[in-house]
T-cell receptor, first 110, second 114 residues
């Protein structure tokens, strides 16, 4: 079955610094990959998704992710962190159903 | 524009009690699913449905039942609650039966079992 591993349960960056959240996946077929964001006391919202088109995927709020098949990775980046980016981020992989990673909590320091 | 609506938002149960978490969506989505979210474990799939009358098990189905009599509704039943079922539960839906599309989530239902 498909699975994802998110490296680092907690990432802390300064405002204006690069954000890098790591995700590696395992899938027996070409995967559909997703990043979701969860703000406190809310459900998850889609940030971006990869569906075998361009390997660099742009999402909302300035986030992007690059699909690297050779590394089985789908890391999420943002060039400059903003205070409003503080949230929990989940990587997910989909075959017949969607499976999520354990999540990475992003803290942004002023 | 309601999207995915879950009720109740909060519930406290005693061990052995039963209850139903309600989920309704107004987007005419065929695919619906239930997840539980626990600290350090992300979201784990409990059950899912690809259309009315069709349900299937996810990663952690034990202790939960579901049914899908209409496209709009997908209730989750706990027949005999256990403390291990203390969690935050999310219902989600998608327009894609193969689940290659975006999942739309409800706001969650926080359940505590004493």
């Amino acid at each position: 079955a498909q699975s994802v591993t998110q490296l680092g349960s907690h990432v802390s960056v300064s405002e204006g610094a690069l954000v890098l959240l790591r995700c590696n996946y395992s899938s027996s077929v070409p995967p559909y990959l997703f990043w979701y964001v969860q703000y406190p006391n809310q459900g998850l919202q889609l940030l971006l998704k990869y569906t075998s088109a361009a390997t660099l995927v742009k999402g909302i709020n300035g986030f992007e992710a690059e699909f690297k098949k050779s590394e089985t990775s789908f890391h999420l980046t943002k060039p400059s962190a903003h205070m409003s980016d503080a949230a929990e981020y989940f990587c997910a992989v989909s075959e017949n159903d969607m499976r999520f990673g354990a999540g990475t909590r992003l803290t942004v320091k002023p | 524009n309601a999207g995915v609506t879950q009720t109740p938002k909060f519930q406290v149960l005693k061990t052995g009690q039963s209850m139903t978490l309600q989920c309704a969506q107004d987007m005419n989505h065929e695919y619906m699913s239930w997840y539980r979210q626990d600290p350090g474990m992300g979201l784990r799939l409990i059950h899912y449905s690809v259309g009315a009358g069709i349900t299937d098990q996810g990663e952690v189905p034990n202790g939960y039942n579901v049914s899908r009599s209409t496209t709009e509704d997908f209730p989750l039943r706990l027949l005999s609650a256990a403390p291990s079922q203390t969690s935050v539960y999310f219902c989600a839906s998608s327009y894609s039966q193969s689940n290659t599309g975006e999942l739309f989530f409800g706001e969650g239902s926080r359940l505590t079992v004493l």
